[in-house]
């Protein structure tokens, strides 16, 4: 049985650092409205792009040079992909806890894949803006794309047509592995920092799939028992926490955090709004920090930072004027990027917090052993418990500004 939730009271908004608009443009035949689906920065953190609606991709250089969206890109490159962008992903991407030895030590030039509405995903060369070629085989709109953070150029795509598809951009002509099993569109998947393994979720599914990346082959369910909305997924940068999003139109969001190795749900954070029986905001988006133990959540009317290891709210948007539908932390950790529903993108000043020692300890042992090798360590209760994040509060209730509590 959890423990009765604890109420949050949220801090100051964060800086807000830049924004850059969109122009409007016409609208594409087929498409819908002009959101920026996805915002990515890339992962040495010198490159930034987002889908700005209607077909089109801004690249541009990072750091921006000025506060003003017009005039800080004198080398941004507009990628024009002809269909609605839902998914962007820069690669090859590295993980800061690999070994150098277990890391694809071949040099590939930086790629932009961009996952679109006709089932295409089309990659791009950011140095030059060219489009390098085209990977085709989904049968619906492509809703999400990560590469293996291994330093090879392994894709994970994710679509509506109800399967994950691995692609090897390094083979030239090489046909991907195909994984099957849900019965519903795949919105999300993200792949743990140690590239063994796969989280999916499904739009409508109440079930969370975790797939192995070296056999490719389905593993094992994160079940829920009852139905809800699956809408993201993201593993902390040790790969001992999986973080999933989710929301219900007639009782509002979840944020839960499970143990990707047991199967256990460990601590589940409960949207303010479903006390005040208010189902208009839908949780959208939530992204691990690289550098901390730091969870970014976005819902349409607020972006928050939850800071896990001292277990509370460190940063809370103003909730009029941030309504965006993903984000995006900087390699750094220092800036994070929301997508509105404009078109548009905002940056964010990230809380500069230092991670405890006994948490940098916690990630280096975690990153290299599962919970269940934990646990047959001859330690100490308390010391397993931090170790296997079981010392996280059971369950807690985000009470909002604007109502006052």
């Known amino acids: 049985m959890c423990a009765p939730p604890q109420a949050y009271n949220v801090k100051e908004p964060p800086e807000l650092l830049a924004e850059l608009k969109a122009a409007h443009r016409p609208r594409l035949y087929g498409t819908p409205d002009c959101e920026t689906w996805s915002a990515r920065f890339s992962p040495d953190g010198s490159y930034f792009a987002w889908s700005m609606g209607f077909g089109v991709i801004k690249l541009l250089p990072w750091p921006l040079t000025t506060r003003d969206a017009e005039s800080c890109c004198s080398k941004e490159k507009i990628l024009n992909c002809r269909f609605l962008v839902w998914a962007l992903a820069f690669g090859p991407c590295t993980s800061t806890r690999v070994d150098s030895a277990h890391q694809h030590r071949r040099e590939h030039e930086l790629l932009l894949a961009a996952g679109l509405h006709n089932g295409s995903i089309q990659v791009w060369l950011v140095s030059t803006g060219n489009l390098q070629f085209t990977l085709t085989g989904h049968q619906a709109p492509v809703r999400d794309l990560v590469f293996a953070p291994n330093g090879s150029l392994t894709l994970i795509s994710a679509s509506r047509d109800k399967t994950l598809r691995i692609w090897d951009l390094g083979k030239k002509g090489a046909s991907p592995h195909v994984l099957r099993g849900p019965n519903y569109w795949v919105f999300r998947c993200a792949v743990s920092p140690d590239s063994s393994v796969i989280a999916s979720v499904c739009n409508l599914d109440s079930k969370v799939y975790l797939w192995s990346l070296r056999s490719y082959t389905f593993m094992k369910h994160l079940t829920y028992d009852h139905e809800r909305t699956m809408a993201s997924c993201d593993f902390s940068q040790d790969g ?17 955090l499970w143990d990707p190795y047991t199967a256990d749900l460990l601590t ?89 020692l006994r948490h940098l300890c916690r990630v280096a042992l975690r990153f290299s052993i599962s919970t269940y090798q934990v646990e047959a360590l001859p330690l100490p209760t308390k010391i397993l418990e931090y170790l296997t994040y079981r ?15």
């Open 391 to 405: 010392d996280i509060p059971k369950q807690k209730i985000l009470y909002c500004k604007e109502h006052g509590r």
């Open 268 to 356: 589940r954070v409960q949207d303010c709004e479903v006390c005040a029986y208010r189902s208009d905001n839908l949780l959208t988006s939530l992204s691990f920090s690289p550098v901390a133990l730091l969870l970014a959540f976005k819902d349409y009317r607020a972006l928050q930072i939850w800071d896990v290891e001292r277990d509370k709210l460190v940063a809370d948007t103003d909730h009029n004027r941030a309504g965006g539908v993903c984000c995006a932390f900087h390699p750094q950790g220092g800036v994070i990027a929301t997508g509105c529903r404009d078109g548009h993108v905002k940056f964010w000043k990230v809380p500069h917090l230092v991670p405890s």
């Open 240 to 256: 001992a926490l999986l973080a999933i999003a989710s929301y219900h139109s007639n009782t509002g969001w979840w944020l839960d």
